[in-house]
């Protein structure tokens, strides 16, 4: 973190009103990177993360790709950067990286059988100038976690190999997101994305969690929704706009309204077709068990202005998270597997 009084600001993790969150906050433990790519002609759907963490033995990253065709592959690998100009991530040795990721294009290279390489065009980036996903909390210094999702649909081109297949994409639908905080993730947290709607042009976004800074302690849902028509929602913010959510390992039920605006979603999957993915704890250097992610679960959401229905729209690719490290870890013992991860095949 330089001298300069605006980045000692960002390096809390906070943003300034009509600041650019997708780039780089120099001094917070971890800044996560995500995409997520559903193909509805083919039912396929793969996803891409690399936190950048920041411990006592230097920057190290968090990296992941898997598919909806139950391939999974996680690591943590020494080196870390983050663009300080623009959204940009790369994970691993500069000279080798695992995981190269931008706003035209995702590298990922975890070994011959987990390979990635897209480029994206036709984006439909976040909107709003004002604020970023989350709203007004994200000018609140130190927070536990913030998060953007900076991508809302888009095109992406190109292949990945996820163990013995190999996917074409041409023209599949993106999305992306950032989160980040002063130390991973927090105690207990839920989310969900979705695409493959009836009208391409849709996406419902959302993450919620126990926020936390000093005294400050609130638990907040912002959920997001790309109309067809471009339009875009954003509701969360606990006073003008609350969303109450219900969360289960299976369900997911949301309730959002404000500025005149009602939305309600519901999303279920089952817990047996949960990947447990990883979570840093960047002080320690290490990933833990710590997040129950379905790649393809149902969602439901329909969307009403003072009333009057406006959308509605139904998928089977949506995907539903709920994460917590001692929710993970009572999945992995109840599937037979070591909660510290030693014998669970897909990590390294």
Same mark, same amino acid.
Request: with cysteine.
């Given at each position: 973190?330089?001298? $300069? ?30 995409? &997520? ?42 080196? !870390?950067?983050? %663009? ?10 500069? !000279?080798?990286? +695992? ?12 070994? +011959? ?10 984006? &439909?980036?976040?909107? $709003? &100038? ?40 041409? %023209? ?23 695409? /493959?709607?009836?009208?391409?042009? !849709? ?5 919620? /969690? ?15 929704? &790309?109309?067809?028509? *471009? ?8 006073? @003008? ?11 997911? @039920? ?30 320690? $250097?290490?990933?833990?068990?710590? %997040? ?5 679960? %149902? ?18 690719? !949506?995907?539903?998270? $709920? /994460?917590?490290?001692?929710? *993970? ?20």
């Amino acid at each position: 973190m330089t001298g $300069h009084p605006l980045a000692r600001y960002r390096g809390t993790g906070a943003d300034l009103p009509f600041g650019d969150p997708t780039r780089a906050h120099r001094g917070v433990a971890m800044e996560g990177y995500f995409w &997520r790519l559903t193909d509805p002609a083919t039912g396929r759907v793969l996803i891409a993360l690399c936190g950048a963490n920041q411990g006592p033995e230097g920057p190290w990253a968090t990296v992941g790709l898997a598919g909806s065709n139950g391939f999974l592959r996680t690591a943590a690998v020494d080196g !870390a950067w983050t %663009d300080p100009a623009r959204l940009g991530v790369r994970g691993g040795p500069a !000279a080798s990286p +695992a995981f190269v990721g931008s706003p035209e294009r995702l590298h990922v290279d975890l070994g +011959a059988d987990a390979r990635l390489d897209l480029r994206f065009h036709g984006l &439909r980036p976040w909107p $709003h &100038r004002t604020f970023g996903g989350s709203s007004v909390f994200q000018v609140i210094p130190g927070l536990n976690q913030y998060w953007h999702p900076w991508l809302l649909g888009g095109r992406a081109s190109g292949t990945a190999t996820l163990g013995g297949e190999t996917w074409e994409f041409t %023209d599949a639908q993106v999305y992306g997101e950032k989160n980040w905080g002063r130390e991973g993730f927090p105690d207990s947290w839920w989310w969900g994305q979705a695409q /493959g709607f009836a009208e391409p042009e !849709a996406c419902v976004a959302f993450a919620g /969690g126990l926020v936390t800074a000093g005294p400050l302690r609130v638990e907040v849902t912002g959920l997001v929704v &790309r109309l067809p028509d *471009a339009r875009v929602l954003r509701l969360g913010n606990p006073v @003008v706009s609350p969303v109450h959510t219900r969360t289960t390992d299976d369900s997911w @039920v949301l309730s959002g309204r404000g500025y005149g605006w009602r939305v309600e979603v519901t999303g279920s999957a089952p817990l047996a077709d949960a990947f447990v993915l990883p979570v840093p704890l960047p002080s320690e $250097h290490r990933n833990v068990a710590g %997040d129950l992610e379905h790649l393809t679960g %149902d969602l439901e959401v329909t969307v009403s202005r003072f009333g009057r229905h406006v959308w509605g729209g139904r998928t089977t690719l !949506a995907a539903l998270e $709920h /994460g917590g490290l001692d929710r *993970a870890a009572s999945e992995l013992r109840r599937r037979g597997l070591d909660p510290t991860l030693s014998d669970a095949p897909p990590w390294t």
